[in-house]
């Protein structure tokens, strides 16, 4: 296998600046099948092992500018027990805040890019010249614009995407025989059927202002598909209401992850949304998500799958803006819930299009529907325990590490030397980033270049069926 090929792993174990060690060992395992030139050179449930290579914490930040972390793995586990060494390194953490340089090695945000240190400049001088004024001020700062964690956590179930640094041997391919089922014909026609009497096949999001493209459609019921997405590390969404608005601005000025976070409301021919799904790791701006529209009396669920990748200003307000290759979301969907053993048969089928505002050939997608059939899921299989917090700390403890903090980070001399460093740094990377692009801006912009042949698109769970695989 060449260098240069991706692998989608999922995090076994937490990790992160405060807790990691050079060292230490990781492991992870594989959620999609590794294919080249069709054939399936590693399967989806295969498991990889390394180390940690290098770990600094942050810490004050006089040292460095961000807390790092890297990885190397130098293993991949097969489920009959033979080991194949490789040299593997993290090209991106999936929904994540942090960014990943060109070695591989994972940075943390700068711990003064952001509201809380803003407010903690212009405050700190009233704690110096009337203390009587300054610490009221700066506990009121605490609870509404508390500086964000710059430390890396990455808890059990976080998803990375690899690359190898170097070629590996694999052994020759041999026949495999696909572990996911097709779907019958009859299923496929009910689908076409279903899909061809639809008024559209885009949800709504006002106004007539066509939205996300239906591209998944379940057969099961309500609670068999909720195992297998919470199974899957998926979460539901809560309501709009001033709690979650706050909610929403605590995360944004903390940089933190809001796992049900509310979604945008959209309608399909009308009609709201049955059901909302969401993944996503530790930062607002990022997640996949899908929403689910049941028809009729029946078990059939209508999705449209898209992925988040940042923010954006459209007709005058910010929202987020979407990866446009949605069958990479469409794959997504598909290889967790096949991981969990929840997917009894699964197909793409083709489709026609009704609308006349929605052309055979969409930008961004082949225009087919992945058809899948989820069994009871009673048993499902999970990579990572839910409880993925680390220890918290007392809030009177939290309180004063951020007022020693917005101390030592925030006074002018040290503001004045970060920034310096960091317009410096920002310089060096742009540079550097010039030449390697990471997974998301890589796909986006052969989106925007029509450039086939450099978008990465997500391997599939149906890649596995009818075709070789490596002899063990």
């Known amino acids: 296998m060449a260098a240069g090929t991706y692998i989608e792993a999922r995090l076994s174990t937490p990790t992160g600046s405060r807790i990691s060690h050079p060292g230490d060992p990781i492991q992870a395992t594989v959620i999609a099948p590794v294919v080249v030139d069709g054939q399936v050179i590693i399967p989806q449930g295969a498991t990889l092992s390394g180390v940690v290579k290098t770990v600094e914490r942050l810490g004050l930040g006089l040292k460095h500018l961000t807390a790092t972390i890297e990885y190397l793995f130098e293993k991949v586990r097969f489920s009959d027990g033979k080991i194949v ?46 203390p009587e004024f300054g610490v009221p001020v ?42 996911v089922a097709n779907v019958t ?11 061809s009497e639809l008024p559209r096949q885009r949800a709504d999001s006002g106004h007539n202002r066509a939205s996300d493209l239906i591209n998944v459609l379940f057969v099961g019921n309500r609670e ?14 809560q309501r709009g209401s001033l709690l979650s608005l706050y909610r929403i601005y605590h995360c944004m000025v903390q940089r933190m992850g809001y796992s049900m976070a509310p979604m945008r409301k959209l309608t399909l021919n009308g009609a709201k949304a049955d059901a909302e799904y969401q993944k996503s790791l530790n930062t607002f701006s990022k997640r996949h998500h899908l929403r ?6 029946q078990d059939v669920w209508l999705g449209a799958a898209t992925e988040d990748v940042g923010y954006e200003i459209r007709r005058m307000h910010v929202t987020h803006a979407t990866d446009p290759l949605i069958d990479n979301e469409r794959t997504k969907i598909l290889n967790d819930l096949v991981f969990t053993g929840c997917v009894d048969a699964a197909s793409l089928i083709n489709r026609t299009f009704v ?12 225009g087919k529907v992945a058809l899948i059939r989820i069994n009871d899921c009673r048993t499902p299989r999970t990579t990572f325990s839910r409880d993925t917090k680390p220890e918290s700390t007392p809030r009177s403890v939290q309180a004063l590490l951020a007022l020693r903090n917005d101390i030592v980070r925030s006074n ?14 920002s310089q060096t990377a742009r540079t550097s980033d010039a030449a390697s692009a990471t997974n998301t801006s890589l796909r986006r912009a052969a ?12 391997p599939s769970v149906l890649d596995e069926t009818n075709v070789t695989i490596a002899a063990r």
């Open 224 to 237: 068999s598909i909720n195992r297998a997405f919470h199974a899957a590390g998926w979460s539901g969404a």
């Open 447 to 458: 989106f925007s270049n029509g450039d086939a042949q450099a978008r990465w698109i997500r």
């Open 412 to 425: 002018p001399i040290s503001l004045a030397s970060n920034t310096i460093r960091q317009l410096r740094h």
């Open 138 to 179: 700066l506990g009121i700062k605490f609870l509404i614009a508390r500086s964000p964690d710059p430390e890396i956590y990455f808890p059990a179930g976080t998803e990375v995407i690899l690359q190898l640094s170097s070629s590996a041997d694999f052994p020759d391919p041999g026949v495999f025989q696909g572990r």
């Open 185 to 195: 014909a009859a299923e496929a026609a009910g689908a076409r059927r279903l899909l």
């Open 85 to 130: 060494p490789i040299e593997a390194r993290v090209i991106q953490v999936e929904t994540a805040k942090e960014r990943v340089n060109t070695q591989g090695i994972i940075g943390g945000i700068y711990p003064t890019a952001n509201l809380s240190s803003t407010v903690a400049f212009y405050t700190l001088p009233f704690l110096c010249a009337d």
């Open 292 to 297: 689910l529209w049941k028809q009729g009396d």
């Open 355 to 366: 609308d006349s505002n929605e052309p055979g050939r969409l930008p961004g997608t082949d």
